[in-house]
């Protein structure tokens, strides 16, 4: 079967993520202390960590660090090996640990579209997802968000339909999504990449229905990390 552009694309973005790491600052840390840090330096600073760990990982590298607008940072992987291992959850506590307890680690996802989705759908039931999973010959957890792209109060009187948000947790579950669709109580659904119809605002990336003008979030946030 060929790949469609949609599809490598999709494949593309989701092996550059499994090699990065994203971190961001701890809650209760007033400081961000990586801030006055160049990418050079935080590059440093992430292997030093690495170093300072309890249980060492020969041959993990990190080969770049960058700062995003909203403050966090996105470290480079030397390869997807080095990523999968500092991603446990029992190594990246020590990772943390090491770095100072000053940031916190954030999963990344590949988001797409599931189109004229019933608006009595819960959401927030998991239960639900799992069983989409299920019936969607879709890995259990590969969904791990959903989420309404209208806010349901801008929705018209009387509409029946509309679109969710889907997060997945890798290219390979994203992708059976948009090659097969999915399967939720019984009725199939087109799945699709993000587009334009996903209204998204430009400053903070939420899809709620607001755009950039009347964003009241306080930061601009990276739209492509």
């Not at 990586?34 to 760990?53: D, F, G, I, Q, W």
């Not at 209208?150 to 948009?178: C, E, P, W, Y």
């Amino acid at each position: 079967t060929t790949m469609t552009a949609e599809q490598a694309n999709v494949l593309a973005r989701g092996a550059r993520m499994r090699r990065q790491i994203l971190l961001d600052r701890a809650p209760d840390m007033a400081v961000d202390a990586m801030a006055s840090l160049s990418e050079l330096e935080m590059k440093a600073k992430v292997n030093l960590s690495l170093t300072l760990m309890t249980d060492k990982l020969e041959g993990a590298v990190f080969v770049g660090a960058r700062r995003l607008q909203n403050g966090g940072v996105i470290v480079d992987c030397k390869d997807d090996k080095t990523a999968e291992r500092v991603k446990k959850p029992e190594v990246m506590k020590q990772f943390l640990e090491a770095l100072g307890s000053t940031c916190v680690y954030k999963p990344r996802y590949i988001d797409l579209v599931a189109e004229r989705i019933p608006v009595e759908t819960d959401v927030a039931d998991t239960g639900t997802w799992r069983v989409v999973e299920a019936d969607s010959g879709i890995s259990a957890g590969g969904i791990a968000g959903e989420r309404w792209i209208k806010a349901q109060n801008r929705r018209m009187t009387g509409q029946t339909v509309a679109h969710i948000m889907l997060s997945f947790t890798d290219a390979d579950a994203a992708n059976h999504a948009i090659d097969n669709g999915i399967f939720l109580k019984g009725r199939h659904y087109q799945v699709r990449k993000s587009q334009e119809e996903a209204r998204r605002c430009a400053k903070c990336q939420k899809y709620d229905g607001h755009l950039a003008f009347n964003c009241k979030s306080a930061e601009d946030v990276c739209g492509r990390c």
